[in-house]
């Protein structure tokens, strides 16, 4: 898979954003940022200020090796397209958030616990959209026995997952906004688009297996 240089640019300034922004209110900022918000939305971590800058450039690099040592590394040409939009979700996603805790550490009247899991399952949605356009490969998508050791298995099972993607990010959106409390609503939805495409590739490897017979 080759890299296209003009579009890796859009991804290079959005990496670019937070990371100047960063530097610019450095005198402004607490030596230790939020680096991890838990179900109740609550910050349970701290890390140095620099911390979520480097996880981004980090996530970044690692996507870029991943086709390189990837057994089934031809297989990238065929998503190429789907691939840099994945990046580019990904690192956008990673860099609002980093935005999002640098501002509240200036300003401290950004609701964070709220607005960093609508990130999340905004990012959902999106990959949902194009979860089905991936394939066959180690390491992005669903990769459980079943799927790994068939493609038709893989494709299936991806069409599912992005639907269900489409539909929990959704879900997960409308019930952060509407419910005061998601102990219970937010972790189900993540089970559930989890969970439910495993299944659905075992019991599909069954049915194969029980037709080859």
């Known amino acids: 898979m080759k890299i296209n240089l003009k579009k890796e640019v859009f991804i290079w300034i959005v990496l670019a954003i937070p990371i100047i922004y960063l530097i610019a209110m450095w005198g402004q ?14 910050v349970d971590q701290y890390g140095p200020k620099y911390l ?26 065929t998503f190429e397209t789907t691939y840099f939009k994945l990046r580019f979700i990904l690192i956008l996603m990673f860099g609002l958030i980093n935005l999002l805790f640098i501002i509240n550490s200036v300003y401290s009247n950004i609701n964070i616990g709220m607005i960093t899991p609508i ?22 998508g669903i990769k459980v026995p079943w799927t790994l050791n068939n493609e038709e298995n893989w494709n299936k099972t991806h069409r599912l997952a992005g639907k269900l993607w489409v539909i929990g990010g959704l879900a997960g ?8 409390k998601q102990d219970f609503i937010v972790p189900a939805i993540l089970i559930l688009i989890v969970v439910v495409p495993i299944v659905y590739s075992y019991l599909l490897h069954v049915k194969m297996n029980a037709g080859a017979k």
Request: net charge positive; charged share 15%.
């Open 29 to 42: 900022i607490p030596d230790r940022l939020p680096s991890h918000i838990n179900i109740h939305g609550q």
């Open 52 to 77: 979520m800058s480097l996880i981004t450039i980090g996530i970044y690099i690692l996507m870029l090796i991943i086709p390189i040592i990837d057994p089934r590394k031809e297989n990238y040409k």
């Open 119 to 140: 990130f999340v399952f905004m990012m959902i949605m999106v990959i949902g959209n194009y979860m089905g356009n991936i394939r066959h490969n180690y390491f992005i």
């Open 173 to 180: 959106i409308v019930s952060l906004l509407i419910f005061k």
